[in-house]
């Protein structure tokens, strides 16, 4: 089953994101990781294909969501 909610594009590609609930817990992938809907789109299968899979559905959001920042990342765009 998936469920839309927010969550940050893909570290890698830039483009979106999805959950999945799956036996045992939550997976969020990028979208494109999947070469069938890599066909909607021109850029094609993300290079990289990074999921996080949490048993807690809050964990696995706010584990994707993290990112690594410089010192020169402005603090509005910062998710902490």
Same mark, same amino acid.
């Given at each position: 089953?998936?469920? !839309?909610?927010?969550?940050? !594009? =893909?570290?890698?590609?830039?483009?979106?994101?999805?959950?999945?609930? =799956?036996?045992?817990?939550?997976?969020?992938?990028? %979208? %494109?990781?999947?070469?069938?809907?890599?066909?909607?789109?021109?850029?094609?299968?993300?290079?990289?294909?990074?999921?996080?899979?949490?048993?807690?559905?809050?964990?696995?959001?706010?584990?994707?969501?993290?990112?690594? %920042?410089?010192?020169?990342?402005?603090?509005?765009?910062?998710?902490?």
């Amino acid at each position: 089953m998936k469920i !839309e909610i927010d969550l940050m !594009e =893909c570290p890698f590609c830039g483009r979106k994101a999805e959950l999945i609930e =799956c036996s045992g817990g939550w997976l969020v992938c990028c %979208y %494109y990781s999947d070469p069938l809907n890599a066909l909607e789109d021109s850029e094609g299968v993300c290079p990289v294909g990074p999921e996080t899979i949490l048993t807690l559905k809050d964990a696995a959001i706010r584990i994707w969501n993290r990112r690594a %920042y410089t010192p020169q990342t402005p603090k509005k765009e910062r998710n902490e």
